[in-house]
C-alpha cells in the first residue's frame, strides 16, 4: 500500500463516490490507485476549471461534500478562481492537488506552484502533506473542515513522493467529530421575539445559509406561522414555498420590486444565513433604514460586518428558528398577514424591453422554458443576464436546486456545474441555461457530457453580445460598446454535433412552444440554441451603489 492507496482509502471512507478530476505528472500515482477502483469513480472532465465547478455543483445540489482532483502548477492553478466561488458561497469541497516532490520544492521544480500560498485567501483551509503516514488523517480533517460551521473549500495538497512512499494500512479512519455548532443567546432570542412583536412592518430575508442544515422546513414554519413577508437573495432561490403569497421573490440589484421595495419600507428585518452582499444592499447608509436589524448567522464574523445589527443570533440556522418560534409561542403569536397583503401590492409584473413579434425575446423564451420545467428539476446557470433573467423567473422548489455562482458571478460555470448536478442528483432533470459568452468558456465539457452520457439540457441564451456589460454600456457608458460584440459567433449547433450531442434551433417565436417541448422530451444531453434579441435588457435594475428610489425599469 502507497500513499495514493492512502489517499483513495480515505476519500472511500467518507463516502465518496465521484471526482472530478484532469491528472498529470505529481498525481499519477493517484490516478494509478483509481484506475479500475470498484466504488470511487473519477469522471474525467476537459479542464481543471470544470473539475471544480463540476464538484461544486455536486456539493451545491446535494449537502455532500464535493471532490475534485488535479495535477501541480498548472493543473492546480486552473482550480483557483472556483475555489474562489465555492468560498464566497460556502460551498463544501475537497481539493486535492499533486505537489512535485518535496526534494523540488522551492526550486522552481518543474510543473512548481505554491498552490497553498495561491490558495490562502480563496479557501477556507489548505495544507501540504509530505509524510504519506499523514494523508489518512488530513483527508479526515479535511472533510469535517469543509462541512463544519460555515462550509468551504479546501485544498490538500500532496508531493508526489508522499503519494508513491509505502504507508501501513490506515486502519479504521480517525474521525473528526464536527464540534457542536454555537446556540443563539436566550437573552438575544427573547429580544428578537419581542422586537419582531412590535414590529408593524417586518420582513425575512433568506441568504445561502438556507443551505447548510435542515433549514428549509423551520423557515417556512416560521414565516407562515407569522404570515409574515419574505425574501430571499439569489443564493436561497427555492427556500420559500414557491407558492405561498407572502413570498416576495428575489431581492437585490435586479431583484422583484416587491421584494426590494418591502425590506426598503420595514420597520424590522429578519435576516437570516444572509451576509449584505453590495448586489443586496446597494448603498448600505440608505438599506433599510427605518428598520431594526436581527441578524442570525453560522459565522460571527458576518455581524457588523456591512450592516450593523441590533440583535444578532450565532448558531446553525436551524437552532436560531426553532429557539426563536419556541419564544414566540410562549405568548401570543403575532400575524402580519394585512402587511404581507400590502407589501404584494408593491410590485406588479416584471418589466420586459418590447421586442418585435418577429424575434426571439430571451425573457419570453425563458418564460415558456420555465413554464414547462418540472418543479423538482436541478438548474444551473452561468453569469450575465441570462442569470438575472432566470433567475426572476425560475420556480425552484429547494435551495439546493437552483444553483448559481452568486457571490463570485464567475463566467463559465452554469455547464460543469450541471455535470456535477447530474452525478449528484441520478434520476433528475438537469438544465443549464448558459449565455454565448460564457458557453465559450466551458464548451469544452460537451466532451464530458457526451463520454458519460449525462442528461445535461443546455438552454443557450445567444444574444451575440457580452449581454450585461453591453447593458451596462448602454446605462452608464454613453453606448460606447466595447469589446462586447459577438455577432461573430461560431455555430453553435454543429459545435454540439461534432461532440455528437444533439442540437435543436431556436429563432422563430412562433414555434417556441413546440421546439422547447421537443428539446425538454428528447433524451440524453441536448443543446437548444436560442437566436434571441441582440439588445434586450435585464429589469427592474438598481444601477450599483444605488437604493431603490433610483430604480430603473423598461422604457415604455
Ligand atoms: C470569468 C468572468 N469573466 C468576466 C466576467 C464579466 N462579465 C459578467 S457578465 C458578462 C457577460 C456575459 O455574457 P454572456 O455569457 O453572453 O451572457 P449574457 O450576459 O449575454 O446573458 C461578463 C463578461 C465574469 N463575470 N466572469
Known amino acids: 500500500m502507497n500513499g495514493a492507496n492512502a489517499l483513495l482509502d480515505a476519500l472511500v471512507a467518507e463516502g465518496v463516490d465521484v471526482v472530478f478530476g484532469y491528472p498529470g505528472g505529481a498525481i499519477m500515482p493517484f490516478y494509478d490507485a483509481l484506475f479500475g477502483h470498484a466504488t470511487t469513480r473519477h469522471i474525467l472532465v476537459r479542464h481543471e476549471a470544470a473539475a471544480v465547478f ?41 481539493a486535492i492537488t499533486g505537489q512535485v516532490r518535496a526534494e523540488l520544492m522551492g526550486t522552481d521544480g518543474f510543473q512548481e506552484a505554491d498552490v497553498c500560498a495561491i490558495t490562502q485567501a480563496t479557501t477556507k483551509w489548505n495544507v501540504r502533506v509530505t509524510d504519506a503516514s499523514q494523508i489518512a488523517a488530513t483527508l479526515a480533517e479535511a472533510f469535517a473542515i469543509a462541512r463544519g460551521g460555515r462550509p468551504g473549500p479546501v485544498l490538500v495538497d500532496i508531493t508526489s513522493d508522499a503519494l508513491k512512499a509505502a504507508v501501513e494500512a490506515a486502519g479504521p479512519p480517525r474521525r473528526f467529530d464536527s464540534q457542536p455548532g454555537p446556540r ?94 453590495d448586489r443586496v444592499t446597494g448603498k448600505p447608509d440608505k438599506f433599510a433604514r427605518d428598520a431594526a436589524i436581527i441578524h442570525a448567522d453560522i459565522d460571527a464574523t458576518e455581524f457588523n460586518k456591512i450592516i450593523t445589527a441590533d440583535v444578532t443570533l450565532h448558531g446553525s440556522l436551524e437552532t436560531t428558528l426553532t429557539a426563536l418560534m419556541a419564544e414566540l409561542e410562549r405568548e ?69 436546486s437552483y444553483t448559481t455562482s452568486g457571490g463570485l458571478g464567475s463566467m463559465g460555470f452554469g455547464l460543469p456545474a450541471a455535470v456535477g448536478a447530474a452525478f449528484a442528483n441520478p434520476g ?39 449581454g450585461m456589460v453591453r447593458q451596462w454600456q448602454e446605462l452608464f457608458y454613453s453606448e460606447r460598446y466595447s469589446a462586447t460584440n459577438l455577432s461573430d459567433n461560431p455555430d453553435f449547433g454543429a459545435i454540439a454535433r461534432a461532440y455528437g450531442i444533439a442540437s435543436y434551433t431556436l429563432d422563430d417565436p412562433a414555434v417556441a412552444d413546440t421546439t422547447i417541448a421537443r428539446f425538454i422530451d428528447a433524451p440524453g444531453p441536448a443543446l437548444l440554441h436560442c437566436a434571441c434579441h441582440p439588445t434586450e435588457n435585464v429589469w427592474p435594475m438598481i444601477p450599483a451603489g444605488q437604493t431603490i428610489d433610483e430604480l430603473m425599469e423598461a422604457k415604455a
Open 332 to 400: 401570543r403569536v403575532p400575524r402580519f398577514d394585512d402587511w404581507a397583503a400590502e407589501a404584494r401590492t408593491l410590485g406588479g409584473p416584471l418589466p420586459s424591453d418590447r421586442v418585435a413579434d418577429h424575434v426571439l425575446s430571451a425573457t419570453d423564451v425563458l418564460d415558456r422554458f420555465f413554464a414547462r420545467v418540472q418543479p423538482d428539476a436541478v438548474v444551473t446557470t452561468d453569469v450575465g443576464q441570462h442569470q438575472m433573467w432566470a433567475a426572476q423567473r425560475a420556480r425552484p422548489n429547494h435551495p439546493r
Open 54 to 94: 463540476a464538484a461544486a455543483g455536486y456539493a451545491r445540489t446535494s449537502g455532500r461534500v464535493g471532490v475534485c482532483c488535479a495535477t501541480s502548477g498548472p493543473g492546480a492553478t486552473n482550480l483557483v478562481t472556483g475555489l474562489l466561488d465555492a468560498h464566497m458561497d460556502s460551498v463544501p469541497l475537497v
Open 184 to 277: 443563539p443567546d436566550d437573552e438575544a432570542i427573547r429580544d428578537a421575539a419581542a422586537r419582531i412583536r412590535a414590529a408593524r412592518r417586518p420582513v425575512a430575508i433568506i441568504g445561502g445559509g438556507v443551505r447548510r442544515g435542515e433549514a428549509v422546513a423551520p423557515y417556512r414554519r416560521f414565516v407562515a406561522m407569522l404570515g409574515l413577508p419574505h425574501c430571499s437573495t439569489i443564493n436561497a432561490l427555492g427556500a420559500g414555498e414557491i407558492d405561498d403569497p407572502h413570498n416576495l421573490g428575489m431581492l437585490g440589484m435586479h431583484g422583484h420590486k416587491s421584494a426590494n421595495r418591502a425590506v426598503h419600507g420595514a420597520d424590522l428585518l429578519i435576516a437570516l444565513g444572509m451576509r449584505f452582499d
Open 428 to 466: 433528475r432533470a438537469v438544465y443549464a441555461i448558459v449565455g454565448d459568452g460564457g458557453f465559450q468558456m466551458s464548451l469544452t465539457e460537451l466532451a464530458t457530457l457526451r463520454r458519460y452520457n449525462v442528461p445535461v439540457k443546455i438552454v443557450l441564451i445567444d444574444n451575440q453580445n457580452l
